[in-house]
C-alpha cells in the first residue's frame, strides 16, 4: 500500500518563502508521476506541479510557473515542493499524490492520482 505523508507547511508573510515535502513509502517501482494539489477555502482542489519520478520531467500550473520547484530525492523516497515569493493567494491545504497505474504525459488532472496525502497547511498574509 502506498502511502503519501506531507510536512513543512506553516504560516508565512507575503514573499517568504516555504518547502514541502513528501515521504513516500510502499513503492518500490518508481516509473510514475508525483504530483502536488492545493484546496483552498471554498475551492476546488487545483493543480499544482508534477515530476515523473524517473525521467525527470516537470510541469507546472501557470499560477505557480517561475515560483515554485519541484524535485524528487531518490536517497530519501521524498519529492519537495519549493515556493518561493509566496502570495497570499497562494494560502491553500497542500496535498501530495501519485497515479496508481502508469500514465501519460503531462498528467495534471486530479482523477489520475489514486493515492493522496493527508495534507499540510499553508497560510500566506499580507
Known amino acids: 500500500q502506498v502511502q503519501l505523508v506531507e510536512s513543512g507547511g506553516g504560516l508565512v508573510q507575503a514573499g517568504e518563502s516555504l518547502r514541502l515535502s513528501c515521504a513516500v513509502s510502499?513503492?518500490?517501482?518508481?516509473?510514475?508521476?508525483m504530483g502536488w494539489f492545493r484546496q483552498a477555502p471554498g475551492k476546488e482542489r487545483e493543480f499544482v506541479a508534477a515530476?515523473?519520478?524517473?525521467?525527470?520531467?516537470?510541469y507546472y500550473a501557470d499560477s505557480v510557473k517561475g515560483r515554485f520547484t519541484i524535485s524528487r530525492d531518490n536517497a530519501q523516497n521524498t519529492v519537495s515542493l519549493q515556493m518561493n515569493s509566496l502570495k497570499p493567494e497562494d494560502t491553500a491545504d497542500y496535498y501530495c499524490?501519485?497515479?496508481?497505474?502508469?500514465?501519460?504525459?503531462?498528467?495534471?488532472?486530479?482523477?489520475?492520482?489514486?493515492?493522496w496525502g493527508q495534507g499540510t497547511q499553508v497560510t500566506v498574509s499580507s
Open positions: 510502499g513503492r518500490t517501482y518508481k516509473n510514475y508521476a
Open positions: 499524490a501519485t497515479p496508481n497505474r502508469l500514465a501519460g504525459w503531462p498528467i495534471n488532472r486530479e482523477f489520475e492520482f489514486y493515492y
Open positions: 515530476i515523473h519520478w524517473s525521467s525527470g520531467l516537470l
